[in-house]
């Protein structure tokens, strides 16, 4: 069992930083793949970045790609979303998930945070 909690979450105006943070409780948490989703009001959870278990590999959406970076900090079971340029449309409630596989979507998860809302003021 992993639990997974969010932080870091705030309201920052357009163009601005922010970096998210997700603590897991467990010992092996290397060997999860981790990755961060987005909920925008009225809107469906959608995929923002990914960090592959036992690699160094990531992955991103392209809305993100560029702007976003994915971390993992294994010896404090922590991973990171630095989000830079931030733009208004990037408000959304911020989760963490982790699964014990390869691939991560919404469908494979086993794993949530409870969220951290972003909101980026225009």
């Known amino acids: 069992q992993v639990q997974l909690v969010e932080s870091g979450g705030r309201l920052v105006q357009a163009g601005d930083s922010l970096r998210l943070s997700c603590a897991a409780s467990g010992r092996t948490f290397s060997s999860y793949t981790v990755g961060w989703f987005r909920q925008a009001p009225g809107k469906e959870r959608t995929f923002v970045a990914t960090f592959f278990r036992n690699t160094d590999r990531t992955y991103y959406a392209d809305s993100v790609k560029g702007r976003f970076t994915i971390s993992r900090d294994n010896t404090k079971n922590t991973v990171y979303l630095q989000m830079n340029n931030l733009k208004h449309e990037d408000t959304a409630v911020y989760y963490c998930?982790?699964?014990?596989?390869?691939?991560?979507?919404?469908?494979?998860?086993?794993?949530w945070g409870q969220g951290t809302q972003v909101t980026v003021s225009s």
């Open positions: 998930a982790a699964r014990s596989r390869e691939n991560l979507d919404l469908r494979s998860a086993q794993y």
